[in-house]
């Protein structure tokens, strides 16, 4: 369909170059050019639209930066701003440079032009602002897990930036940015300040201050730095030190935002002012706040500087011991709150156990062990669950499409890690996306796969029925549907060789068996040979008659000789990337004669002590530097001496004349 | 740094100053491989055509500061096609001088009489660089919108109706056209703006 295919190409072109005209015809429209935008900045005669947002003295711009192609966010002072201001406004990118953190907004460039004064460059992050966002979290319909979520990350952002020695001392909402992906970014450090350096020009900053509205939103009588609600006393107060404290207090503001839906203290903004200074803060006992989130509020929110937090971990850390229902450091546990939450944790457990003390009696501890394993797969598979079912809210297609995905994670990427846990693993997740969509043809697909490797036929038939599907899959979850399965849930072995044997026939099987051989092998008891198995599905990948493939069990030697071995993996693109014959206890391998050119093909045979590749194609011996090959056999010439001196010095090299 | 962010001068103008090597590299990324394709096109072999692309790049520098550009939009592409065809003809000439004092050799290229003519080639050049250009700006903004959305307008320029956009792409009506709108309102701007900085 060659013809087809550039035929459609044309036609695309075509209609892609119509564009050209249209964009001459409309170039006369030139200020919506970013080159003109610039332009026009020069010009000091700017568009309203290229115009992000203005605060103070300061307006951010959205520009293009064509040496490298995107859009930037473009922060410089408004017009007439005066000289004075340079510094202390340079400062705020100088600052937000030394802190690079994903929580943190990057600035890539800052400097000085000579007619426009000083600018700077940010990443131009599409999202909106913390405080949006918590408008629109209605108390009835809020999402605390979310809002938490961002919060620690905040928290992660300032933890950071106190590591680096730099206060933000104006964190609220308006000040946080999430980004569409859900990324959080603290920006805005316009009053930050390096800890313990005395600022020359902070003397001057803050008289300049003084003057409302200046670089960010004061627009108080001068005096103060920083934004009423969420400002802390010593801000407030003349000569008060500021120090980490500062920002935690302003934390503990957002959090409390966050939970009351409203900042610590309200009325006007004098009001706000005095009541701040004036002291702690109080939470009406009416309020339905658990005890562990209101001892933070209260310590965080605390007047006195010593009575906060000493670092933002540290409050970091209560509220993930809240959610995850530990005590918080601000609660001053004592051991009836403890064991009062641990009850509450692990409910299941303490009922479970004590019932268990009876068994004990019976003497097994057997089961306990058992029990405790298959409870941490359960709920390791519940929080794979609900960590999926949290993050994709909202469109019910995507989340199908994301769980199948994240089944894939268990089915396919991790899968040999742990077959019996992963295939577990993988149902769960499936199940869940089969709950949102139940026709989901993939879903179910991959749920039958995963039901007919774990040998469990019954049910990967039925789901193939379902579908309609008549594949050998099909055929052998029939034939095998009544079969006896012994202790460990599996076919007998001669039946599961047959089942194998039958797979083999179809190249296309490949990661299927390698799969169902790795669950097979985690979970059968009983001793038993591989090898036909492994043979026939090494031999399936293989394209030609010339091969040799000779075990010997005594020695377990393998002799894969012959042309038509080119690769010990499949050329299948699902595959495990290790090779099949792992599946065997390989020490010698001889691969003479054949066509093997990448040793990284070794990969996961553990046991290989002795190889053989002469007359082959290998270019590189230096794979095995990784392996434990103790001895290679090469043919005389076969590698140069410096490659050769780059081995290990455990290999011990055998070279052979022709 | 002075004034970093805010230079009014386009490339082609940029270009024009021998000392800013930057703005040429910029202009030869922009035009070598358009050149080539050109060149390939007129029958030229792929060896060859290096050679005549490169000889082209150093003639457009060498006249680059000699060519003022006016509200003619068009007069780079011509002044352009002037160039591209005066060195594939010396190139021929060369080669068949060349190939006379070797007689035996086999003759398989261009006669030079065979070659296309000036309007011709202006023509060709025209065609293909409006492609040349919209499937940069395409490109440049891609990275702007999420995969969907430039598939959706993809689609579009190859006829396909919006309603069965909608059914393949499993999406609304609705945010098919909202999405083709986006990426055809971006589109513009981003060739005017490739338009701007090239040939004026």
Redesign the interface.
């Known amino acids: 369909m060659p013809d087809d295919k550039s035929m459609?190409d044309e036609?695309?072109?075509d209609?892609?170059?119509e564009?050209?005209?249209?964009?001459?015809d409309?170039?006369t429209h030139?200020e919506?050019?970013?080159?003109y935008k610039?332009?026009r900045?020069?010009d000091r005669n700017y568009k309203a639209d290229t115009l992000l947002a203005r605060g103070g003295m300061k307006e951010v711009y959205k520009?293009y930066?064509e040496k490298m192609?995107?859009?930037l966010a473009?922060a410089r002072l408004q017009e007439g701003a005066p000289e004075l201001l340079y510094e202390p406004f340079l400062r705020e990118a100088a600052l937000t440079a030394l802190l690079d953190h994903p929580n943190i907004i990057t600035v890539f460039d800052y400097?000085?032009?000579?007619?426009?004064g000083p600018?700077f460059?940010m990443e131009l992050k599409t999202g909106h602002g913390f405080d949006q966002l918590l408008k629109d979290q209605t108390s009835e319909k809020r999402d605390l897990k979310r809002l938490l979520d961002i919060f620690l990350r905040i928290c992660d952002g300032i933890a950071f930036a106190h590591s680096r020695q730099v206060l933000h001392l104006d964190l609220k909402p308006a000040n946080i940015q999430i980004g569409q992906y859900g990324e959080v970014v603290v920006c805005d450090w316009g009053l930050g300040k390096v800890m313990g350096k005395s600022d020359i020009n902070s003397e001057n900053f803050d008289q300049l201050l003084i003057n409302p509205d200046l670089l960010n939103e004061v627009t108080l009588s001068g005096k103060i730095r920083g934004t009423p609600g969420y400002m802390a006393p010593e801000q407030i107060l003349k000569g008060g030190e500021k120090s980490k404290q500062t920002d935690i207090y302003a934390l503990g503001s957002i959090l409390y935002h966050i939970l009351m839906g409203k900042t610590p203290h309200q009325g006007s903004t004098d009001e706000i002012l005095n009541k701040t200074v004036e002291g702690d803060v109080v939470i009406p006992d009416s309020v339905r706040l658990s005890l562990g989130l209101r001892s933070i509020l209260l310590k965080a929110l605390a007047k006195d500087i010593e009575m906060r937090y000493s670092c933002v971990e540290d409050m970091q850390k209560d509220i993930e011991n809240y959610i995850r229902g530990y005590s918080t450091l601000a609660e001053n546990p004592n051991i009836f709150t403890e064991l009062n939450l641990f009850y509450r944790r692990h409910a299941l457990v303490c009922q479970m156990v004590l019932g268990f003390v009876f068994i004990f009696t019976l003497g097994t501890s057997l089961f306990l062990y058992h029990l405790e394993q298959s409870r941490q797969e359960t709920k390791e598979a519940r929080e794979v669950v609900e960590t999926v079912t949290e993050v994709l809210v909202e469109k019910k297609?995507w989340r199908e499409m994301e769980l199948v995905a994240r089944s894939k994670n268990h089915s396919h990427y991790q899968y040999f890690q742990n077959p019996k846990k992963n295939t577990y693993l993988a149902l769960e997740v499936l199940e869940e996306a089969l709950r949102i969509k139940p026709n989901s043809n993939e879903a179910k697909y991959h749920q039958a796969e995963m039901f007919f490797i774990s040998q469990d036929f019954p049910r990967s038939l039925g789901v193939l029925q379902d579908l309609s599907n008549r594949s050998t899959m099909e055929k052998l979850s029939r034939r095998f549907q009544n079969a006896s399965l012994n202790k460990e849930g599996l076919l007998e072995f001669s039946l599961f060789s047959d089942c194998i044997l039958q797979l083999a026939d179809n190249e296309w099987n490949y990661f299927l068996i390698e799969r169902m051989i790795a669950y097979d092998q985690q979970q059968r008891r009983e001793s038993v040979d591989y090898k036909p198995l492994v043979k026939a599905t090494f031999m399936s990948q293989i394209w030609g008659d010339d091969v040799n493939f000779k075990y010997d069990e005594t020695t377990k030697s393998l002799s894969l000789q012959g042309q038509g071995i080119r690769s010990l993996l499949s050329h299948n693109k699902e595959q495990s990337g290790e090779s099949i014959l792992r599946f065997l206890d390989i020490v010698r391998l001889d691969l003479r004669g054949s066509k093997i050119q990448q040793l990284d093909e070794l990969e996961g045979l553990l046991k290989l002590r002795e190889l053989d590749i002469r007359n082959t194609s290998v270019k590189s011996v230096l794979p095995l530097n990784r392996f434990h090959v103790l001895n290679l056999i090469i043919n005389d010439g076969q590698f140069k001496k410096e490659q050769l001196d780059e081995l290990e010095g455990w290999i011990e090299v055998s070279v052979f004349s022709e | 740094?002075?004034?970093?962010?805010?230079?009014?001068q386009?490339l082609l103008q940029r270009a024009k100053d021998p000392s800013d090597e930057s703005a040429w590299l910029d202009f030869v990324s922009y035009y070598e491989s358009f050149i080539r394709m050109i060149i390939l096109k007129m029958n030229i072999s792929a060896s060859e055509s290096d050679d005549i692309t490169q000889d082209v790049l150093l003639s457009i520098w060498k006249n680059l500061k000699g060519f003022e550009s006016d509200s003619n939009?068009a007069k780079f592409r011509t002044w352009l096609s002037t160039i591209v065809r005066n060195r594939v003809l010396n190139h021929i000439r060369d080669r068949q001088s060349h190939h006379n004092r070797m007689k035996n050799v086999k003759k398989e290229w261009v006669e030079e009489g065979k070659l296309i003519s000036q309007s011709e080639l202006e023509e060709v050049i025209e065609?293909d660089w409006?492609?040349h250009?919209?499937?940069l700006?395409?490109n440049?903004i891609s990275?702007?919108f999420s995969g969907v959305a430039v598939n959706v307008f993809?689609m579009?320029?190859?006829?396909v109706e919006n309603k069965q956009i909608a059914a393949e792409l499993?999406l609304a009506d609705s945010s098919v056209r909202t999405l083709k709108s986006r990426v055809?309102q971006s589109?513009?701007?981003e060739?005017?703006?490739l338009?701007?900085?090239l040939e004026a």
Do not use: C
């Open positions: 459609e036609t695309y072109l209609s892609l170059s564009y050209y005209d249209f964009a001459q409309s170039s030139r919506e050019l970013p080159i610039k332009a900045i020069k520009v930066d192609g995107r859009h473009l400097g000085l032009d000579d007619v426009e600018f460059t297609q | 740094m002075k004034g970093d962010w805010q230079t009014r386009t939009r065609k409006k492609r250009i919209t499937k700006a395409l440049n990275k702007h993809e579009s320029l190859r006829g499993n055809q589109l513009v701007k060739v005017a703006h338009i701007q900085e």
